[in-house]
């Protein structure tokens, strides 16, 4: 599975590595938040240093639907809920700030834009009232949102929608080639395959572990997604969520403007522009907790049965999955690291939304390292737990303690297949009770220890993407062990192969 974006783009170019790397600022991950936090440091003059364990764009920004938009399907109504009108007009002017900084970015080194109006709809009578309720919290944050009872674009029966003229969609990938470039002009460094397993600070230097190098820096700031140090807990807070897109030709009358369901199952709709100048339609929705679907194949599925049901005659030419944190309240978090001595700052919690989160959280970080202030983070960033969090964070923590119990119960149960059929993967014991994880792809067998590296949980096997998820914090791993994304730094241990 290869996103339409990742799939259309060419390599992007960075630099070699050597054995250490010294740096006034250490960025970990490239992707939007990763590399707009970089430029606007370099821009400072400050020698920066960015380390990307896999590939530029390998995770959620290459992986997005791109929309660039202030209607955020039911976002502000459920800040509202949690924190009240005062956080939402920060919300709102830190995604405003956001969205401005990256299509002037976009403009000045011409990066593609379509300038679109987006849409929340309902898609059930039960609906109306959650988009309703967004339509007056956008109004109340002095957005200029107008109601509507019908979409006439649309092949299928909504109940009425909120829309948002002049908002802006995008190929996410033609962005990041942009700012690693202008990264790289400003004299910061860029290099990938480097998987950052640890950081120490001493309230001077950090002292930054990394696979294959060692590097020191004055301060780091970690844009992968959920934080890899467990020492902010911010995987406690998190929930960690996959989605499905798929990218279809030939649709008799692609729908303008960008949309959103309101409710589930969510759907999502975007048109984009092909090189031969015919458009796509981008197709979104279907998610489900990381690990915690019985089949991802099978929401991957349904999405792609609702999108023949309404667009008939249209042909799948990708289709790719991406993942999210949901925090427990609401926001974003864009900060330092608690017990890092000022010294590690983290962008996280984008719930769905970087393409104006990531931007953001790097206009704050920037300015919170370069001596700056920027008016709405402060709001964002000191905001005091509300009960409805606080009980929301409690969930998460114990489904998290029922999933850990439940995989390893599970687990040893059952012993371990030999050699299970091909696509598919297995948990059960091996050897003397080792839990194992054995698939089998492209004719290949192997088996990996089942035990999550990040904290213990039992994986389970995605039969959409072929790779082991943990449905504890997020972790993922490819069928052989490497890990592809989450708070997991270490690879799961290959028992065997063949």
Request: hydrophobic letters at 40%; charged letters at 20%.
């Amino acid at each position: 599975m290869r996103s339409l974006w990742l799939d259309d783009s060419t390599a992007i170019p960075t630099d070699p590595l050597g054995s250490e790397v010294e740096a006034d600022d250490v960025v970990v991950g490239a992707g939007l938040a990763g590399l707009t936090t970089a430029l606007l440091l370099a821009r400072a003059g400050r020698r920066v240093a960015v380390l990307e364990a896999r590939h530029v764009g390998a995770v959620t920004t290459g992986n997005t639907t791109g929309k660039v938009s202030l209607l955020q399907g039911t976002t502000l109504s459920s800040i509202r809920l949690h924190h009240g009108p005062e956080v939402v007009r920060s919300y709102v002017e830190a995604n405003r700030e956001g969205q401005q900084w990256l299509l002037r970015y976009c403009d000045d080194h011409g990066v593609a834009v379509q300038h679109e109006s987006a849409f929340t709809y309902a898609n059930r009578v039960s609906a109306v009232a959650t988009v309703g309720e967004e339509l007056e919290t956008a109004r109340e944050a002095g957005l200029g949102v107008t109601w509507h009872e019908t979409l006439d674009e649309l092949p299928f029966v909504t109940h009425g929608a909120v829309g948002l003229a002049g908002q802006a969609q995008l190929n996410a990938m033609d962005v990041l080639a942009a700012l690693a470039a202008d990264v790289r002009r400003h004299g910061g460094v860029i290099h990938e395959g480097v998987r950052v397993t640890g950081i120490r600070t001493d309230g001077e230097r950090c002292e930054i572990q990394a696979d294959v190098a060692l590097v020191r820096a004055e301060r780091v700031v970690l844009a992968t997604g959920m934080p890899i140090l467990d020492r902010s807990l911010h995987f406690a807070t998190l929930q960690p969520t996959r989605s499905y897109c798929i990218a279809l030709e030939g649709v008799a009358d692609v729908p303008s403007g960008m949309y959103l369901s309101a409710s589930t199952p969510s759907r999502s709709l975007r048109w984009a522009p092909r090189p031969d100048g015919t458009k796509v339609l981008v197709v979104g929705g279907s998610g489900h907790g990381v690990g915690r679907a019985r089949s991802p194949q099978h929401h991957l599925q349904e999405l792609r049965s609702w999108a023949q049901d309404h667009f008939p005659g249209s042909r799948e030419t990708h289709a790719w999955s991406a993942q999210d944190y949901m925090s427990a309240d609401q926001l974003p978090f864009a900060g330092p690291l608690a017990n890092s001595r000022g010294q590690v700052f983290a962008a996280t919690g984008f719930n769905k939304w970087g393409m104006t989160n990531a931007v953001a959280a790097a206009l704050s970080i920037s300015a919170q390292l370069l001596g700056g202030h920027v008016s709405w983070s402060l709001p964002l960033r000191e905001r005091i737990p509300e009960l409805r969090s606080v009980a929301k964070a409690a969930q998460i923590n114990a489904e998290v303690g029922g999933l850990m119990a439940a995989g390893w119960a599970g687990a040893l149960v059952r012993s371990a297949p030999e050699a299970p059929p091909e696509g598919t993967g297995a948990v059960g014991r091996e050897g003397l009770g080792v839990p194992a994880a054995v698939s089998t792809v492209d004719g290949t067998t192997c088996a990996v220890a089942a035990t999550c590296t990040h904290l213990g949980g039992i994986v389970k096997w995605n039969d959409a993407e072929k790779t082991w998820d943990c449905p504890l914090h997020g972790s993922r791993f490819s069928a052989d062990g490497d890990v592809l994304e989450g708070p997991a730094t270490s690879p799961l241990p290959r028992l065997r192969r063949g």
